[in-house]
């Protein structure tokens, strides 16, 4: 069974870092590209970053640009979300999210998605 399991969300105050975090498994990692996705209340689901296996290639959201960083640790199965110089328009439940094919920033290219983690920046 396929688990994407988020950590690392929480409140922050604008001009703040959180470093999130999925662990996946039941799954080989060597073969997804990693996400990450984020929907705030009354929104769309929107594309935030994503990377490729083993790691050489990211994408980013032109939101978030600049601010914030993917990465993944492919001994541990884990992809990491680094968010600095947060902001109240990042808040958001973050998703993370595995895909087979090549990277895309299309939600629907994505087979598996994990519960979602809560950030909250206050101004």
């Known amino acids: 069974q396929v688990q994407l399991v988020e950590s690392g969300g929480g409140l922050v105050q604008a001009g703040g870092s959180l470093r999130l975090s999925c662990a996946a498994s039941g799954l080989i990692f060597s073969s997804y590209g990693m996400g990450w996705f984020r929907q705030a209340p009354g929104k769309e689901r929107d594309f935030v970053a994503n990377?490729?296996?083993?790691?050489?290639?990211?994408n980013y959201g032109d939101s978030v640009k600049g601010r914030f960083t993917i990465s993944r640790d492919n001994a541990k199965n884990t992809v990491f979300l680094q968010m600095n110089s947060l902001k109240p328009e990042d808040t958001a439940v973050y998703y993370c999210?595995?895909?087979?094919?090549?990277?895309?920033?299309?939600?629907?290219?994505?087979?598996?998605w994990g519960q979602g983690t809560q950030v909250t920046v206050s101004s």
């Open positions: 990377i490729n296996w083993p790691g050489g290639t990211t």
């Open positions: 999210a595995a895909t087979p094919a090549v990277l895309s920033r299309n939600g629907a290219r994505y087979t598996y």
